[in-house]
T-cell receptor, first 111, second 113 residues
Framework: NTKITQSPRYLILGRANKSLECEQHLGHNAMYWYKQSAEKPPELMFLYNLKQLIRNETVPSRFIPECPDSSKLLLHISAVDPEDSAVYFC???????????FGSGTRLLVI | AQSVTQPDARVTVSEGASLQLRCKYSYFGTPYLFWYVQYPRQGLQLLLKYYPGDPVVQGVNGFEAEFSKSNSSFHLRKASVHWSDWAVYFCAVSMNSGTYQRFGTGTKLQVVP
């Protein structure tokens, strides 16, 4: 899926700090971070629409989103917890209520 | 508030058989409805979408879904299942007022010979 690229693909962390990156090549106005734990549906973490953070679910403060421009999204993680082990997906869409395009995800393992 | 329910966590069908995956929604206003598929170790991919209009919508790979206002449903159908359809299917709903999508809990489809 080259429409949305995510890096890294895999990440193994102790209690280090790290950032996940996402870039979309679709010209979409809205971008999202989702967390998907095993055998669960994706859970919305953050939503940016036209670069403005307009939705922030009850996510631990160790997760900090950043939207440096309309095509890029970052997720800064500090002092991760084992419960943070999951796949983190980036997605984008024209508007928050239109269809979403997902990236391939970053698999985070906290040891 | 809008929400979507997928009552079947797991469905098993024989290859070549027909398929229906159920989705029920609740909303205030005009719903937009979606079906996504997630293959192992991949992100979600759009199968089809419903915006107000023809209640039967066609998607990729022979999938279709039918919007029913009276039953508050948006079931996914396929006439003949292929082994490559083995995946998890998610139903989602948003509204024309601009709210973001809510996802169902997903249905895992297993295809047997």
């Amino acid at each position: 899926n080259t429409k949305i690229t995510q890096s890294p693909r895999y990440l193994i962390l102790g209690r280090a700090n790290k950032s996940l990156e996402c870039e979309q090549h679709l010209g979409h106005n809205a971008m999202y971070w989702y967390k998907q734990s095993a055998e669960k549906p994706p859970e919305l973490m953050f939503l940016y629409n036209l670069k403005q953070l307009i939705r922030n679910e009850t996510v631990p403060s160790r997760f900090i989103p950043e939207c440096p421009d309309s095509s890029k999204l970052l997720l800064h993680i500090s002092a991760v917890d084992p419960e943070d082990s999951a796949v983190y997906f980036c997605a984008s869409s024209w508007t928050p209520n239109s269809d979403y395009t997902f990236g391939s995800g970053t698999r985070l393992l906290v040891i | 508030a809008q929400s979507v329910t997928q009552p079947d966590a797991r469905v098993t069908v024989s290859e070549g058989a027909s398929l229906q995956l159920r989705c029920k929604y609740s909303y205030f206003g005009t719903p937009y409805l979606f079906w996504y598929v997630q293959y192992p170790r991949q992100g979600l991919q759009l199968l089809l979408k419903y915006y107000p209009g023809d209640p039967v919508v066609q998607g990729v790979n022979g999938f279709e879904a039918e919007f029913s206002k009276s039953n508050s449903s948006f079931h996914l159908r396929k006439a003949s299942v292929h082994w490559s359809d083995w995946a998890v299917y998610f139903c989602a709903v948003s509204m024309n007022s601009g709210t973001y999508q809510r996802f169902g809990t997903g249905t895992k489809l297993q295809v047997v010979p």
